[in-house]
């Protein structure tokens, strides 16, 4: 008998589907990255300050990159790199040839055009200027210029009064109600030392396309009609649909992560290099799927895609 509850407007969770996927995770045992490619992030041997308003900087504009009609995409010393990969590419780039361009102070300066050169056509480089000057602005102005002391105010807390949670939400690139960057932020510095979370039970996945497409492909999250209806026929949500969804789908990964013993920081790393790599939007590569064998999708042949909310700055 299949047990699930209803969540919200978005549809339920199939409870038995995520025990179904977590004893595979579980058996995977995927573990966290450490964030060290230097194509992509800081030395390791860098201040920490330079680091830890990198990390801010960069994860505050880690979003929709892609849209239809303008890629996002370029050949750096041969090779290809798209989406949030060249974002963090250029971004590593920057860091190698002006590391004060990561400070409050010349944050809180930028002007579109300065994010323009950097990171070219981007679509909305006006919004990300905004959203890195007004980390900077406040970093400056709230704490002391100091990242790092700001970071450090979290006591290591992710919830609670002063936790990393509800410090982000001074930021306005850290306001989605689904903590998509906020999250990803404390995988990220958790993952490099800087700061150490010690509830990382509270932890949860970074909820973006890719885990919202396996989800939804898997049978985590059985959607409503009127949901179906949307998504089938390309009916862009609204926010407050597109919370709906996302927040019943970061619901249904914390379960997959309770029951298989797998943080969520090490399920998010593996999920998002599982769909960028395997569980792709066109011609997913099921053959190496190490989920295909509890996969709704695998066994009809029918791979619906995330649903379509382009306009935002959340994730």
């Not at 990220?188 to 492909?217: E, P």
């Not at 295909?292 to 066994?299: E, G, L, P, Q, V």
Request: hydrophobic share 40%; glycine share 6%; with cysteine.
């Amino acid at each position: 008998m299949k047990i699930s509850y209803v969540g919200n407007d978005a549809g339920w969770i199939n409870y038995d589907k995520a025990i179904e996927v977590a004893d595979l995770i579980s058996n995977i045992r995927p573990t966290q990255d450490n964030y060290v490619n230097p194509d992509y992030y800081p030395p390791i041997e860098l201040d920490l300050e330079i680091q830890a308003m990198y990390f801010m900087a960069m994860v505050a504009i880690d979003h929709r990159l892609n849209i239809p009609g303008h890629p996002f995409e370029a050949t750096i010393d041969g090779k290809r790199y798209v989406g949030s990969d060249l974002l963090w590419r250029l971004g590593a780039e920057k860091l190698r040839d002006d590391a004060s361009f990561f400070t409050p102070g010349r944050l809180a300066k930028l002007k579109p055009s300065d994010v323009k050169d950097w990171l070219g056509d981007v679509w909305d480089y006006g919004v990300r200027a905004f959203l890195l000057s007004d980390l900077g602005v406040k970093v400056a102005s709230l704490f002391n210029n100091s990242a790092l002391n700001a970071l450090r105010s979290t006591g290591g807390r992710l919830l609670g009064p002063g936790g990393l949670i509800e410090l982000m939400r001074n930021f306005t690139a850290y306001t989605d109600p689904v903590e998509k960057k906020t999250y990803l932020l404390a995988k990220f510095i958790h993952g490099r030392g800087i700061i150490k979370f010690t509830d990382v039970n509270n932890a949860q996945v970074a909820v973006d396309n890719h885990l919202t497409r396996i989800a939804i492909r898997l049978g985590l999250v059985e959607l409503s009609q009127r949901f179906i209806n949307m998504i089938n026929n390309n009916i862009s949500f609204t926010p407050n649909d597109d919370v709906n969804l996302r927040s019943l789908i970061r619901d249904s990964w914390k379960i997959v992560s309770m029951n298989s013993h797998v943080d969520a920081f090490s399920l998010d790393d593996y999920l998002w290099n599982l769909g960028r790599s395997t569980c792709i939007r066109d011609k997913p590569n099921c053959g190496k799927c190490q989920l295909r064998s509890a996969c709704n999708a695998y066994r009809s042949g029918i791979f619906t895609n995330e649903h379509q909310f382009y306009s935002t700055f959340w994730y």
